[in-house]
């Protein structure tokens, strides 16, 4: 018998101790609100596979994107900065300085410029992760850039349908119209499609650790689903009571009051049968005990603007505004042998706390060329606690939803708005009014000029941009057009969302596609 080299040990021993790292799989939904999901108090909606992950692991019951629209979350997942940091401030693409004006919004500012590309020396997750030895893997939507600054570009070695717009170009079914994903047959579901190119890169690479990052387009405008799941939910409308009255005018735009839209509903089941099909295959290999499992979204429902989809209620406004429907999401967080099956924990927590947190757990030191804002959540995944600290965000643009350029901070309970048309500021107990609804600035004077210095002091410090008087402004104009909105245009919302729900409710000869192999 040959003697065995020590080599042959030593490249075993290494083997062993790679394959011990655990994998992480990263789920990353667009716009899903904070109430989306079964588990979070949702009785229309149905999420057995997301319910799961949240009943596997920890729920962080005050998880916050960092920014109420998507590129710079995604961006402060990626690299664990905010967006004033990282210099992505609003959804790339979205117009800025006086091209804003062209939008016919009659605003009185116009919002800065930003950075339009992830930059190249950010040190993202995945390339540090990769540097670690990890194998990374992307599907979906990445909207951090145009060609040059794609996945593979910031250090996922696959990437199957990242690249630069924010919603399918060519619509939830085949063909999709991807230049990084190829179309499969007429009527084929991109967000199973999406879910099944994870499991299969799972299988693939199932005796190496890996990064798994599933960034759905859905549940992002345009809705679309199937007949069937129409059907499914239009019958659980109706066996609910169909509303007369589905939106309500707060400030800028109308705001949906109710959860009853079918399209979505089906929407959202279609993504959990996609996550499904991954948990699935992380139980069938046997990988689940070792797999750290992340879920979460990039902003707060869209209740106003784009699709008009879902209500976060009791939470105020969703998607694009300052309020806590804009910026609270689902934020979950299994990792076996660490968190508690069903645990919750109330802590705020935020999107620039993903980077640290999951370095820790995979015992990957984090690049020191990488400042990093966010913090580790380990301790808390252990029923520990983490210091003290305020939580930050900056979004001197318009949203498409009706926000407003605003900075916030928040301590505790306590959240404080400034808003820079006119510098007023908004101050709210979330403990007690999670619905924002009694500003409590007046009262509680001398803790908002407290907290107005700290928030002054974090916009300088992290070179914050802000926007700038437009000369032009004529504020007859923009009362004339909330004037519209409140009453033809919330008119028509109210017949198009009624028709939505209606028996004879057909978008298109094919469903948007989907019956197109029929």
């Known amino acids: 018998m040959k003697p065995v080299s020590f080599?042959?040990?030593?490249?075993?021993?290494?083997?062993?101790?790679?394959?011990?790292?655990?994998?992480?799989?990263?789920?990353?939904?667009?716009?899903?609100?904070a109430h989306d999901l079964s588990n979070e108090g949702s009785e229309f909606y149905e999420s057995p596979n997301v319910d799961r992950i949240a009943s596997e692991g920890m729920k962080f019951t005050r998880g916050y994107a960092t920014c109420q629209v998507c590129s710079p979350s995604r961006a402060s997942i990626l690299t664990g900065k905010y967006p004033t940091n990282h210099g992505i401030t609003t959804w790339i693409g979205d117009a800025a300085g006086e091209a804003w004006a062209k939008r016919g919004r009659h605003d009185s500012h116009f919002p800065p410029e930003y950075e339009r590309n992830l930059r190249a020396s950010e040190i993202t997750l995945a390339e540090a992760m990769k540097d670690a030895g990890y194998k990374t893997f992307f599907a979906g939507k990445w909207h951090l850039?145009?060609?040059?600054?794609w996945p593979t570009d910031h250090g996922f070695e696959i990437n199957r349908g990242g690249w630069d717009v924010g919603s399918p170009r060519g619509g939830f079914f085949s063909p999709w119209q991807n230049p990084n994903l190829e179309s499969g047959p007429a009527g084929e579901s991109l967000t199973l499609r999406l879910g099944q190119e994870t499991a299969d890169f799972i299988e693939k690479h199932k005796d190496q650790p890996f990064l798994a990052y599933l960034s759905f387009y859905t549940v992002h405008g345009p809705i679309q689903t199937t007949q069937a799941l129409w059907n499914k939910y239009r019958d659980k409308a109706e066996k609910a009571g169909l509303s007369k009255e589905r939106f309500l005018f707060d400030r800028r735009l109308n705001v949906r009051q109710v959860q009853d839209c079918p399209i979505y509903a089906g929407m959202i089941e279609l993504m959990d049968d996609a996550i499904g099909t991954v948990l699935h295959k992380l139980d069938e290999l046997g990988l689940e005990e070792n797999t750290i499992i992340c879920f979460t979204s990039d902003n707060g429902g869209v209740s106003s603007g784009d699709a008009y989809a879902t209500s976060n209620l009791p939470l105020r406004g969703g998607k694009g505004r300052q309020w806590e429907g804009g910026i609270r999401e689902p934020f979950y967080l299994k990792a076996p042998g660490i968190t508690q099956p069903g645990s919750t924990c109330a802590t705020p927590v935020s999107g620039i706390d993903w980077y640290p947190t999951l370095l820790d757990l995979c015992g990957i030191e984090s690049p020191k060329e990488q400042a990093v804002d966010g913090v580790s959540l380990v301790p808390l995944l252990k029923s520990k606690k983490i210091e003290d600290r305020p939580l930050y965000w900056h979004y001197p643009h318009y949203g498409n939803q009706g926000g407003e350029p605003s900075s916030m901070i928040m301590e505790g309970d306590w959240k404080l708005i400034h808003y820079h048309e006119d510098g007023r500021n908004e101050l709210y107990n979330l403990s007690s009014d999670p619905g924002e609804?009694?500003?409590?600035?007046?009262?509680?004077?001398?803790?908002?000029?407290?907290?107005?210095?700290?928030?002054?002091?974090?916009?300088?410090?992290?070179?914050?941009?802000?926007?700038?008087?437009?000369p032009d402004f004529d504020p007859q104009k923009r009362a004339d057009r909330w004037n519209d909105l409140r009453t033809n245009r919330k008119e028509r919302l109210e017949k198009q969302h009624s028709g939505f729900v209606q028996p004879d409710y057909q978008p298109n000869q094919d469903w948007w596609g989907s019956s197109a192999a029929d």
């Open 437 to 470: 609804q009694s500003d409590l600035l007046a009262k509680e004077s001398k803790r908002a000029r407290k907290m107005t210095r700290k928030l002054d002091s974090w916009l300088t410090e992290t070179k914050a941009t802000f926007p700038t008087k437009n």
């Open 145 to 149: 850039g145009s060609e040059g600054s």
């Open 7 to 33: 080599l042959f040990v030593f490249a075993l021993a290494l083997a062993f101790l790679e394959a011990k790292k655990p994998n992480v799989l990263f789920i990353l939904i667009d716009d899903m609100g």
